[in-house]
């Protein structure tokens, strides 16, 4: 039981928006969806991982009818943004200073 829980405790703060958007070089991300670049010009540090998802949502029109892989006809997206919630709550206190000393992530 104690290893199921450091698995899942593990999975949540590993959420894959949050990681990529925590800490980037330069203050710059690159937020793209089957090569369509999103509309967004900066997201805030706050929540930053679900501001990346939104972000992959608000962009250039594809043809695609899907938007991406998915388990039992859920998009991936949507999983990540719930582990990100989790994620971006745990990081909350960081995420505040940094707001504060660094501004928005800008969006290339």
């Known amino acids: ?6 698995f899942l405790f593990t999975l949540f703060i590993c959420s894959c928006a949050t990681i990529k958007t925590i800490n980037p070089y330069n ?7 089957f090569g369509k670049k999103s509309y967004c010009k900066d ?11 939104l972000s992959l949502m608000y962009g250039e029109p ?3 009818k ?4 998915s388990v039992n006809n859920v998009p991936l997206v949507f999983i990540d943004t719930v582990f990100s919630a989790v994620s971006d709550t745990v990081v909350l ?3 505040i200073v940094m707001q ?6 800008k969006v290339n």
């Open 27 to 33: 203050n710059h991300i690159n937020i793209s969806h």
């Open 62 to 64: 594809s043809n695609k």
């Open 93 to 95: 206190p960081y995420t």
């Open 43 to 53: 997201i805030p540090r706050i929540y930053s991982g679900i501001s990346y998802n």
């Open 100 to 105: 504060a000393e660094k501004g928005d992530i």
């Open 66 to 69: 899907n938007i991406g892989s």
């Open 1 to 6: 039981m104690k290893v199921l829980t450091v």
